[in-house]
């Protein structure tokens, strides 16, 4: 979540370098947010955190499925690098596909 | 007297009746792709064993073309010597009768036939039908004939792929006595079976019959949620740009072709194959917001990645690629069930992973764009709860009209969010007790749901078409529904699309939520007036465009 003073193009721009000088890269960028994504090992060995894998689940009565994915420890902590640009890094848990 | 196909006819036989030309590459490809899906059709499939047979039975396509020509011979009449094709002027079933040729005329035209090579194959009161050699045909009439191919037709739906005829602008010289004993000849175009409307559309743009109440796309749905006076009265979404996240949309399904939808498929990160839908779910549910809205822009982010499924796009990703595409609207039908399980205990607090999405959907509002999401199906579902998003619940309809608070779909109070009640108001979900398969949608055929569902839906595992619903259904009507008020008045805010839907929504008074949805046990009931299960009740469309 970056903030709120480089939620613009160019402040986009210069996360998404910094990002990628962390050999982050950059996937997608919103009006607040910007997306990123690395290897699990990688991320893991960066942010100090350790991944929970999640497997996908199978449809159920109650929904259509859950997308397999990472949940990761909720103190992500920002490095250096990227503490003038960002409020908070999250690993976006697997989503549930509702019916 | 134009003896060679002008354009217009040489047009009708190039562009035969069915195979709309598709606009978009996307269809195309999707038309191709899913060809190349395996097809396993049930024997339970509509279109079944016989009809494969009657196509199998038709000549194929591989044949050469054939040097015989099957020529129609029209004859002079008494009266002046015109016959039916030199008098040019339409034939009228009173006119016909002036045009039966004496016997001698008959005769002895069809001895100089004879005489000339032709075989007779055929006699009727005004016309003959006779076969020939190219060749010969070619020295009788002076002519030149050239190949044409019959395009744009299906295999097997025509009786041959490719005939002679003279090109536009080629000689005809008939030989002279033959002339003067005739009214004319035309070599006949291959005609077409009419048998299949929808020859090789596999899946079906006609849904299944089940034997249970369901509701259909698009009529059904609009009928209960009071769209077709808005139709009639020139409300459909046009110019409206409305984004739907979701697992795919393979518009290429025949009904989604048939209907003439303006819609796109766009990759978020991670995503492949924008005419795919492995799952099927986006696919199915945007049907509810296209029967709503049916002339949007619709842009379908896919989030789904087949081939690798872990590395498909977040929702964060897919929100971020919708807002590219500047929309007036964004239908979401996913979520994250912010409970502990089994107990049910509400989380709190926000997960510091989910903050960055709420960032995201908070800014897309304040920028103006309706942002639509799921209330769950019993889970304690966010983004749902977030307040300035719509929450969409569900009402269930029965087929006497009766209307009952949709014990599949959620209602909660929200231990996040102090003070925010889910859902504001509903669309049409079905119950619990039939694992809420209400409504007959569109979905890719051997995708996920088609097979899977098909346990329980009463459709084919195959055949392209599911009977589902929950809140994920909800959400894209109630969008569609916004893009209407959109469209009247593209100035309104979220905060006045929210506030029209809920001053204008049926109250609900009766039934109770989805109990694992609510935090004390017991599904949250509906009552006079707002309520629990239902917030504001059934949303009624016309009425909140009346008031725009």
Redesign the interface.
Known sequence: MLKKKFRNPEGIEKVKSACESLGLTATASGLATLSVRTEAEYFEKIFGVVLERKTRKEISNRDFGESGGFIADESILIPESLKKYVDNISVEPPVTRLR | MARTPNKQSSDKVNKQRSGKASKKATKKKGKKTQKSIQKKRSTKSRKGAQNKKTVMARSPRSKPISQTLKIAVTLPRPIDGLGPVRMATRMTTQAAHHFIPEQQTIDNALHELERLGFTITGKGQLTFSVRGSRSNFEKVFGTKLSKYKVENQPEGFCAVDSFYFPKPGAPWKPAAKLKSLIDDAYIQWPHIYMNDLFPSRDPSPIPPRVNYHHLRVPGDVNLLLNVPKIHREGGSGVGVRVAMI??GFAHGHAYFERMGYNTSTVL???ATDADLDG?S?GTGESANLLAIAPDVNFIGVK?DNETD??N??????G???A??HSPQVISV?????LADRPSGKHLTSL???????E??I???VA?GVVVVF?A????V?FPGMMPDVISAGGVYVHEDGAMRASD?ASAFASKIYPGRHVPDFCGLVGLADN??DYIMLPIQEQS??DV??SAHDGTSSGDGWGV?????AAAPQLAGVCALLLERNPGLTPVEVKELLRLTSIDVTTGNANP?SNHNGGGLPAGIGPDSATGMGLVDAHAAWKMV
């Open positions: 979701d697992s978020a990160p991670g799952n779910h989030l499924p872990n498909g796009a977040t929702v964060l990703e929100f971020q690629e807002m590219r039908s996913l979520g994250f069930d997960p510091n992973s989910l903050v960055a999405l960032a995201e908070e800014a897309a920028n799921a769950g199906n019993g889970h579902a599949y694992h809420a996920e749901i899977g569902n589902f619903s929950g809140t994920s694992a």
